[in-house]
């Protein structure tokens, strides 16, 4: 079972935008902690935004200002605005929840940032 399917990624021109969301099932998505990821080839994999229970936010330094968070409890999904994207945002993208010992994890939608 997916839990978390994310979807919305694809091919941007550098300052160009898009919008991920993250399809939450199988739990009770507002009680969850969620988190948005990415990696690069090559690379770790970086926290890159976080939007807690009751809708406080945080970012990871290189996306402040150009990026947000945010979730729909009634649609079971969380969201992320990218904006003046950069080359160096490319990258698999996912979304992650968590609540006590519960965890769960999407498989990523690829994002390139590329002229």
């Known amino acids: 079972q997916l839990h978390l399917v994310e979807s919305g990624g694809g091919l941007v021109e550098p300052g160009g935008s898009l919008k991920l969301s993250c399809v939450a099932s199988g739990f009770t998505f507002r009680y969850y902690y969620m988190s948005w990821y990415r990696q690069a080839p090559g690379k770790s994999r970086e926290l890159v935004a976080t939007i807690t229970q009751d809708l406080r936010t945080g970012y990871v330094d290189s996306v402040k200002g150009r990026f947000i968070i945010s979730r729909d409890n009634a649609k079971n999904t969380v969201y992320l605005q990218m904006n003046a994207m950069e080359p160096e945002d490319t990258a698999v993208y996912s979304c992650?929840?968590?609540?006590?010992?519960?965890?769960?994890w999407g498989r990523g939608t690829q994002v390139t940032v590329s002229s």
């Open positions: 992650d929840g968590q609540y006590g010992t519960n965890h769960y």
